[in-house]
């Protein structure tokens, strides 16, 4: 078994107990769910950065990354920096995340925030509304065509915006669909842990244009994202290398300057 039929293996166990014991009437009444989605295709058409910021405390490729954040400052230094949006790991098991961090990170800003979670279930969908998510993550991976349409759909009528995830041209093509917002090529073989900035570049030429197109892990220089540019990248999620740094908020701030430069 590799690591992705691991985490998803554990990821139904877990919807299922939690299914039985909060019901999914209780996450609808939330007062977030009325709140009105902050779209981040819409911020990364306009922006001329793209950077979408990562909380990340650990993975499995990379163990422990920084396990001694305060979730709402990094969101306000991400969103002092300028990045278009953020993504917090849900995830406690592999990634040290919670619903918990993605509520502080929401109450701290107003950016565009990810829930960056392995759905397999619509009850996932309403848990992220209810904690004030505006994003929502699919993994091409880990669904089928039928599954990818029902949860896309679903999270659209509740306004939440859709990235759908691929690492190759056989996700790519049992995944395009009107119901998705933006398409990100994730740089990182999720089973065998190798990066490449390469499959961007490969995949991007199989993306309709009418997806903003974002590029996804391994991401750590300004001259990686002029050259994704190249290729109609608008948007880039950068986790550990801001991260990795005592003040990953300021990590943001020198990294975006820079590219602004
Ligand atoms: O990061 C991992 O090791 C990982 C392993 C298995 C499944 C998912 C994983 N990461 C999720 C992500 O996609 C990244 O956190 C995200 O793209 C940021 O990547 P990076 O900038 O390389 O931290």
Redesign the pocket.
């Known amino acids: 078994m590799n690591?992705?039929d691991k985490?998803v293996a554990d990821k139904k166990k877990e919807v299922a107990l939690k299914k039985s014991i909060i019901p999914a009437s209780q996450w609808e009444k939330s007062v977030l769910f009325e709140r009105n989605r902050n779209s981040l295709a819409e911020a990364l058409k306009k922006s001329k950065t793209g950077i979408i910021a990562?909380h990340?405390r650990r993975?499995?490729?990379?163990s422990t990354i920084n396990q001694n954040t305060n979730v709402g400052q990094v969101a306000q230094g991400y969103q002092k920096a300028g990045v278009c949006g953020m993504s917090v790991?849900t995830d406690m098991k592999y990634f040290g995340g919670s619903l918990e961090d993605l509520l502080l990170a929401r109450a701290s800003v107003d950016i565009p925030l990810l829930r960056?979670e392995f759905i397999i279930d619509e009850y996932q969908l309403l848990e992220a509304k209810a904690h004030g998510a505006d994003i929502i993550l699919l993994i091409a991976a880990v669904l089928t065509t039928s599954e990818i349409k029902k949860l896309s759909e679903f999270a659209q009528s509740l306004n939440l915006d859709v990235l759908l995830e691929v690492h190759n041209e056989e996700e790519l093509k049992k995944s395009i669909m009107p119901s998705l917002d933006m398409l990100g090529v994730?740089n990182?073989n999720?089973k065998t842990?190798d990066v490449s900035l390469d499959t961007s570049k490969e995949l991007s030429l199989l993306i309709p244009d009418d997806f903003v197109k974002v590029s996804?892990?391994?991401?750590s220089s300004i001259e990686a994202i002029k050259a994704l540019k190249q290729f109609g990248y608008k948007g880039f999620?950068?986790?550990?290398?801001f991260m990795k740094t005592e003040n990953p908020g300021q990590s943001a701030t020198e990294f975006i300057k820079s590219l602004e430069q």
């Open positions: 690591i992705l985490i990562e990340k993975s499995p490729s990379k790991l960056k994730n990182r999720l842990f996804e892990s391994g991401i999620l950068i986790g550990e290398n």
